[in-house]
């Protein structure tokens, strides 16, 4: 059956220090994988997903079928980027999307 | 644009009552999808409808149940409620032409069952 895989409940790093919040994915086919955000009193939000290979906010994520991987990357955390992160799949040709139990990043001053 | 909205915000029922919420997509979106979240079982997949038809369905009971209306609005109910059903219900809208169109999520409507 498919799976997300997020290991850290939570994630702390200070201002400036790299951040890489870990997915794993279990899927036989061909995986749309994506990242979303909630940050305090917000909604969940889309913030990339890896068919666009775009860098939002300074994120990237780059998809590794061979370790079934999909980790989100920054190089330098900022205060701002405090919240709730999710990875997605999305199975092919469905439309229903099957999340990580999400991680927590904590960004301190 | 006007976001996703979802009616009621909070919803309070006893056991065994059923419940009824609601979401209205952004305007021009014709999928909707609905997810429960928990603590325990995190976000999972409830159903997806396009143009009034059920198009996707996760693995829930069938005391879980929706509709989509002509101008895309849906409505989620679930009937006999049980303490488990306890939980965040978010919906999201997106064009639904292919798989990977953003999918925009609502605030979510807060449902305690006691």
Avoid at chain 2, 57 to 83: A, D, H, I, Y
């Amino acid at each position: 059956a498919q799976r997300v895989t997020q290991p850290e409940k939570l994630l702390s790093v200070f201002k400036g220090a790299p951040v890489e919040l870990k997915c794993n994915y279990s899927y036989s086919g061909s995986p749309e994988l994506f990242w979303y955000v909630q940050y305090s009193r917000q909604r969940l939000q889309l913030l990339l997903r890896h068919i666009s290979r775009e860098s939002i906010k300074g994120f990237t994520a780059d998809l590794n079928k061979g370790e079934t991987s999909f980790h989100l990357k920054k190089p330098f955390a900022q205060e701002e980027d405090s919240a709730m992160y999710y990875c997605a799949l999305n199975f092919t040709g469905r439309r229903a999307l099957t999340f990580g139990s999400g991680t927590r990043l904590q960004v301190q001053p | 644009k006007a976001g996703v909205t979802q009616t009621p915000r909070y919803l309070i029922k006893t056991r065994g009552q059923q419940v009824t919420l609601s979401c209205s997509p952004i305007s021009g979106h014709r999928s909707v999808s609905w997810y429960q979240q928990t603590p325990g079982q995190g976000l999972q997949f409830l159903f997806e409808y396009f143009s009034e038809t059920q198009r996707n369905k996760g693995n829930f009971p069938g005391r879980f149940s929706g509709r989509q209306f002509s101008n895309s609005r849906s409505e989620m109910n679930v009937s006999t409620l049980e303490l488990g059903d306890s939980a965040l219900y978010l919906c999201a809208s997106s064009l639904g032409r292919i798989n990977t169109d953003t999918q925009y999520f609502g605030p979510g409507t807060r449902l305690t069952v006691l």
